[in-house]
């Protein structure tokens, strides 16, 4: 990605504005979010292989607590790690059910995502994957559990009915515009124990609408994130561990 794009996408995140065109006390919602991040890192694991990524997604919520949405993300495992020959691209698509149980302060969120990797695997394992989840949230603090029921799992085969525990909390930091997060997740894979991983990460964002209403909505952030993932099992064809301890910043805008 050159210091072009990089550039206008920043432009575009700090500048950006929305209008809304929704009837008052509507009960359907319509979000986006875009984001640009030093590192695609997800569940510990580098997406892209160190390199920059550009995100964006779309949602649309109903006020029973129904969604759907889907996000998209540039990738580069499928090449440099699965052994596709062409690909570089993620899509998901998602969609479920999340409300509050009532006076308990409890919350729930129960859904399924496709995740989609357009591309020519060649003779290698396709690496979408289908997963359901569940998680359970209370103020600043949520465990999921995700469960896969596709027979390859992000490029592994006979994988069906892997799973991923991940704990996680997110503390607002009294009225200061920074939020605290911290996290731990566990990968099982079926069939595949060598892939077998622990992650975990911290995190630091802030609100830069507490800066200016210009830059409402615009959050910039960096975590630091770190996993026990074996180095012979999950470095590409670079020589990139893949599950190396490793610091991202990003900037990201919701609309």
Same mark, same amino acid.
């Given at each position: 990605?050159?210091?072009?794009?990089?550039?206008?996408?920043?432009?575009?995140?700090?500048?950006?504005?929305?209008? +809304?065109?929704?009837a %008052?006390?509507?009960?359907?919602?319509? =979000?986006? @979010? *875009?984001?640009?991040?030093?590192?695609?890192? #997800? /569940?510990?694991?580098?997406?892209?292989?160190?390199?920059?990524?550009?995100?964006?997604?779309?949602?649309y919520?109903?006020?029973?607590?129904?969604?759907?949405?889907?996000?998209?993300?540039? +990738?580069?495992?499928? %090449?440099?790690?699965?052994?596709?020959? =062409?690909? @570089? *691209?993620?899509?998901?698509?998602?969609?479920? #059910? /999340?409300?509050?149980?009532g006076g308990?302060?409890?919350?729930?969120d129960?859904?399924?995502?496709?995740?989609?990797?357009?591309?020519?695997?060649?003779?290698?394992?396709?690496?979408?994957?289908?997963?359901?989840y569940?998680?359970?949230?209370?103020?600043?603090?949520t465990?999921?559990?995700s469960?896969?029921v596709?027979?390859?799992?992000?490029?592994?085969?006979?994988?069906?009915?892997?799973n991923?525990l991940?704990?996680?909390?997110?503390?607002?930091i009294?009225?200061?515009?920074?939020?605290?997060?911290?996290?731990?997740?566990?990968f099982?894979?079926?069939?595949?124990?060598?892939?077998?991983?622990?992650?975990?990460?911290?995190?630091?964002?802030?609100?830069?609408?507490?800066?200016?209403?210009?830059?409402?909505?615009v959050?910039?952030?960096?975590?630091?994130?770190?996993?026990?993932?074996?180095?012979s099992?999950?470095?590409?064809?670079n020589?990139?561990?893949?599950?190396?301890d490793?610091?991202t910043?990003?900037?990201?805008?919701?609309?």
């Amino acid at each position: 990605m050159n210091k072009l794009v990089f550039a206008l996408a920043l432009v575009g995140l700090t500048g950006a504005s929305a209008t +809304v065109l929704a009837a %008052e006390e509507s009960p359907h919602s319509l =979000s986006a @979010n *875009v984001g640009m991040y030093s590192n695609y890192v #997800f /569940r510990g694991i580098s997406q892209t292989g160190g390199d920059p990524a550009l995100q964006g997604g779309l949602d649309y919520s109903h006020s029973s607590g129904l969604y759907v949405g889907t996000w998209g993300s540039n +990738v580069g495992w499928l %090449e440099d790690y699965q052994g596709y020959t =062409s690909g @570089n *691209v993620e899509i998901d698509v998602y969609g479920g #059910f /999340r409300n509050e149980i009532g006076g308990t302060g409890l919350s729930y969120d129960v859904g399924v995502i496709q995740y989609m990797y357009p591309g020519n695997k060649g003779t290698v394992t396709k690496a979408d994957t289908s997963e359901i989840y569940a998680s359970l949230g209370w103020k600043w603090f949520t465990a999921k559990y995700s469960h896969y029921v596709s027979d390859e799992v992000f490029g592994f085969a006979n994988a069906k009915n892997s799973n991923y525990l991940d704990i996680s909390a997110s503390v607002p930091i009294a009225e200061t515009g920074l939020t605290a997060g911290a996290h731990w997740g566990t990968f099982k894979f079926e069939n595949n124990g060598a892939q077998d991983y622990d992650d975990w990460k911290i995190s630091l964002a802030y609100d830069l609408g507490k800066l200016s209403k210009v830059t409402s909505d615009v959050t910039v952030g960096v975590a630091y994130t770190d996993t026990n993932a074996k180095s012979s099992k999950w470095t590409d064809n670079n020589s990139e561990f893949l599950g190396k301890d490793t610091t991202t910043v990003w900037i990201s805008k919701s609309f």
